[in-house]
């Protein structure tokens, strides 16, 4: 009999005891799942199908409007690295004079999400896209939606039609916002998140065709290479003049002291060369010069090689129509009644 309880003790100890076992690896599996989820985003990387895909849906259904559309993207999230890959449009519409109104069909991404999942179960919904070109009133509400369908979604701000240089694009998270002051609630604010555009290799040959297609061959190589440098002049200008501005404020105590920002600054300015050195402003000038020779020499000989095709051609031409003006002509002959 004794035996007996004691077996039972033991059976009753060990069934708790795996019970709490298992309880506790569940909780600590939802605690790093929650640890995963909370890791701040670092950057995200679009992709070029997805800017083409927007721009599409934009001049299908916004273009030459005020209004803006809205849509899912689809990639992957790793270590605090959102990479979007794919995207499609949702129905949305808004009130213009009431941003508080508005409307996206669940329905209709539902039953996309579900089709993309059958071509590629990897990519999952990391957030959504807007044409904004600004955040507006109502994204933080349309962004609450997503967290059903991610913990930290993304909000990526596609300006189809940039007035600037540089990536018309602008990442953005929600984060909740703690009040210092006890009596006012907290609320969710938006947080810039640098963003870039790449591209895998079978990506970069659409994208080179697709430029072939753009590109105007009849641009000599000098005009183009002038062009791309006053471009990156013009995009050198605008980014020192937002220094510029960001260091006014500072000064004038309308913008808070960053040292971080104040670092890469005077990293940037260590960078630079002293060209206040005789020596140094004379190699510039030198390997300068020799550049612009070569570039000189290139154009004329490509020129000369040029006019002397066409006068080869012009020669050929001639050749061949005298060949057929020196070749006898059948006469027709007609039959006689």
Same mark, same amino acid.
């Given at each position: 009999?004794?035996?007996? !309880?004691? #077996? /039972?003790? =033991?059976?009753?100890?060990?069934?708790?005891?795996?019970?709490?076992?298992?309880?506790?690896?569940?909780?600590?599996?939802?605690?790093?799942?929650?640890?995963?989820?909370?890791?701040?985003?670092?950057?995200?990387?679009?992709?070029?199908?997805?800017?083409?895909?927007?721009?599409?849906?934009?001049?299908?259904?916004?273009?030459?409007? %005020?209004?803006?559309?809205?849509?899912?993207?689809?990639?992957?999230?790793?270590?605090?690295?959102?990479?979007?890959?794919?995207?499609?449009?949702?129905?949305?519409?808004?009130?213009?004079?009431?941003?508080?109104?508005?409307? /996206?069909?669940?329905?209709?991404?539902?039953?996309?999400?579900?089709?993309?999942?059958?071509?590629? $179960?990897?990519?999952?919904?990391?957030?959504? *896209?807007?044409?904004?070109?600004?955040? %507006?009133?109502?994204? &933080?509400?349309?962004?609450?939606?997503?967290? @059903?369908?991610?913990?930290?979604?993304?909000?990526?701000?596609? @300006?189809?039609?940039?007035?600037?240089?540089?990536?018309?694009?602008?990442?953005?998270?929600?984060? =909740?916002?703690?009040?210092?002051?006890?009596?006012?609630?907290?609320?969710?604010?938006?947080?810039?998140?640098?963003?870039?555009? $790449?591209?895998?290799?079978?990506?970069?040959?659409?994208?080179?065709? /697709?430029?072939?297609?753009?590109?105007?061959?009849?641009?000599?190589?000098?005009?183009?290479?002038?062009?791309?440098?006053? $471009?990156?002049?013009?995009?050198?200008?605008?980014?020192?003049?937002?220094?510029?501005? #960001? !260091?006014? &404020?500072?000064?004038?105590?309308?913008?808070?002291?960053?040292? =971080?920002? /104040? *670092?890469?600054?005077?990293?940037?300015?260590?960078?630079?060369?002293?060209?206040?050195? $005789?020596?140094?402003?004379?190699?510039?000038?030198?390997?300068?010069? @020799?550049?612009?020779?070569?570039?000189?020499?290139?154009?004329?000989?490509?020129?000369?090689?040029?006019?002397?095709?066409?006068?080869?051609?012009?020669?050929?031409?001639?050749?061949?129509?005298?060949?057929? @003006?020196?070749?006898?002509?059948?006469?027709?002959?007609?039959?006689?009644?």
């Amino acid at each position: 009999l004794f035996d007996s !309880l004691f #077996y /039972l003790e =033991e059976q009753v100890f060990f069934f708790f005891f795996s019970r709490f076992r298992r309880e506790e690896e569940a909780i600590m599996d939802v605690i790093k799942s929650q640890q995963i989820s909370s890791r701040p985003i670092e950057k995200v990387i679009v992709h070029p199908l997805v800017l083409l895909s927007i721009v599409d849906h934009y001049n299908r259904v916004a273009r030459d409007t %005020r209004k803006r559309v809205v849509g899912v993207l689809l990639g992957t999230s790793f270590k605090g690295t959102v990479d979007v890959t794919n995207s499609y449009a949702v129905p949305f519409e808004e009130e213009e004079r009431d941003p508080s109104i508005w409307f /996206l069909d669940h329905n209709y991404h539902e039953s996309m999400f579900s089709m993309f999942r059958r071509i590629n $179960a990897k990519e999952h919904v990391v957030g959504w *896209y807007s044409t904004g070109p600004k955040l %507006r009133e109502n994204d &933080l509400n349309i962004h609450g939606l997503f967290n @059903d369908y991610v913990p930290t979604p993304v909000l990526v701000i596609i @300006d189809v039609q940039p007035k600037e240089l540089g990536i018309p694009t602008k990442a953005y998270y929600a984060v =909740e916002e703690v009040k210092e002051n006890a009596t006012q609630k907290s609320q969710n604010v938006f947080v810039h998140v640098p963003s870039e555009i $790449a591209a895998h290799e079978v990506e970069e040959i659409g994208v080179e065709h /697709l430029l072939r297609d753009v590109k105007d061959t009849t641009i000599s190589t000098l005009a183009t290479e002038v062009t791309g440098k006053l $471009a990156a002049l013009k995009g050198l200008d605008a980014r020192l003049q937002e220094i510029r501005s #960001y !260091l006014d &404020l500072v000064i004038d105590g309308k913008l808070p002291l960053n040292h =971080e920002i /104040l *670092y890469h600054l005077q990293d940037v300015f260590n960078l630079l060369p002293n060209l206040n050195v $005789a020596e140094l402003v004379k190699s510039f000038s030198v390997k300068t010069n @020799d550049m612009m020779l070569v570039i000189y020499l290139s154009s004329l000989i490509r020129s000369v090689i040029a006019l002397h095709n066409l006068i080869n051609n012009k020669m050929l031409n001639k050749e061949h129509e005298k060949a057929e @003006d020196s070749k006898p002509r059948a006469v027709p002959t007609t039959a006689g009644s």
